[in-house]
């Protein structure tokens, strides 16, 4: 009931409301104005979609149900815009340098006020509240602040979903405060770009600022938990995807972009843990996600039938090219970018074990690698110290064609194949791995998904994806473990002479070597690369792990 209604002003005045327990913590917290700003917390689905549709540019509805969304200009993260707040709490346990850089406490204030003010311009902000992490002991409660509904979807697909029981008196551990389409000052201190993405583990909060990529939320969300987890429950955080057999033993999917994480943890024979981030605790594995962020470039129902069904309603698509008549999107158009993506709950994939946990310790782990020089075996057992080797150089290549100048395939290394969002020095992670790894009993493998026969520039060929997973299959039979090994030379990895339905040539790139370029000196020349890169991690490492690499 509005009262004083006129001519001037036929609605008349509305008089003060009851505010809900949530417009109070954000009235308290952040002095989000809840008089003049609609706050909507929680909202469904559809009601997120027909804001989308309402409110922003670009939002559409494609043939399969879901909702296509564009992020803008930024298209994909922005690593060199990412800041940690240097403060008393975490300064010492923080690897500060190239991937962590410190941001002072003032800079922070500045920032995030000018997200607020941002907040309290717009008509209507949505909150989203869910939880990180399956395992209630270690789950930690977020709560997402935007100005767009594509944001709140995105986020409520990516956090777990808690019940509307749950949801009467949430209250948060951490808030991002998502201002994505305001720039940050480049005139504050240290600020690089009119980008900024910070958190602040002792305010224990999150400020985005001239960004609208969504996957910076969920990245952040995962830095904290490469901090909160080994600091203070003494549990690993992993960028890996996981899934777990009939009879319930675990397997560990380490991996760079491109080389098979995804796609070889979607098992039609085992159940689906999580795809992308998990935490290994004292009783088993958990996922730390509700949903998959899955890429779209190529996608198609032959290739992978799990990923291209969970496309429909509930799903977000980002920055996907349609046709505007039929609306059916072309997986192969990268008109706006290569880094097409969807987000969808992760019940969308059949055969999802759910709840995401398992409490089972694992039984393999498997680095993944795309090793595009043709050097690296299709499989390889590693014993503890090579397996710390190998997950802090994170090693797998980047192709020839993706960039401008890049000709031949270029190495790539990413420590903990997580280096853009950790939070602790690598060798802090991989101490934690080796550990439980022993205690467990766990076997450790290098699988190279890249190129058998020669390298992608000398004449060689994909492994085959049947090969792939004949190998793994081999892996979760325990057969792969039993049979007879030999030593590859210069990287001394223990190479099986035998694998159930895979060519026993193809196993030793020694033997199935047809390329141009001389085996001998690729093979030293990855070593090479290997040995330069861990020179940055050598003052940490033990001599026994520094001994597991290449001996040139």
Known sequence: MSVNKTALHPGGVEPQHEHTEIEEELHERAHIDYDRVAIIANPSVPALYEDALVYETGSAITSSGALSAYSGAKTGRSPSDKRIVKEESSENEIWWGPVNKPMSPDVWRINRERAVDYLNTRNRIYVVDGFAGWDERYRINVRVVCARAYHALFMRNMLIRPSRKQLEHFHPDYVIY?????????????????????????????????????????????????????????????????????????????????????????????????????????????????????????????????????????????????????????????????????????????????PCVSTNHPTNIVLLTCDARGVLPPISKLNTEQTMYHFISGYTSKMAGTEQGVTEPQATFSSCFAQPFLALHPMRYAKMLAEKMKEHKVNAWLLNTGWVGAGAATGGSRCPLKYTRAILDAIHSGELAKVEYETYETFNLSVPKTCPNVPNELLNPKTSWTGTADFKEEVTKLGGLFTENFKKYSDQATDEVIKAGPTL
């Open 178 to 354: 998502n201002a994505g389409a305001f720039p940050a000052n480049r005139f504050t201190t240290g600020m690089t770009s009119s980008t900024s993405v910070a958190v602040n583990f002792a305010e224990k909060e999150m400020v985005i600022l001239g960004t609208e990529y969504a996957g910076e939320m969920k990245k952040g969300i995962f830095t904290v938990l490469f901090y909160e987890m080994p600091v203070k429950h003494n549990v690993l955080t992993l960028h890996s995807s996981a899934n777990e057999g009939q009879s319930g033993d675990v397997t560990v999917f380490f991996g760079l972009s491109g080389t098979g994480k995804t796609t070889l943890s979607a098992d039609p024979k085992r159940a689906l843990i999580g795809d992308d981030e998990h935490c290994w605790s004292d009783t088993g594995v958990f996922n730390i996600e509700g949903g998959c962020y899955a890429k779209c470039i190529g996608l198609s129902a032959e290739k992978e039938p799990d990923i291209f069904n969970a496309i429909k309603f509930g799903s977000i698509l980002e920055n996907v090219v349609f046709d505007p008549v039929t609306r059916t999107v072309d997986y192969d158009d990268t008109t706006l970018t290569e880094n097409t993506r969807c987000a969808y709950p992760i019940e969308y994939i059949e055969n999802t074990k759910i």
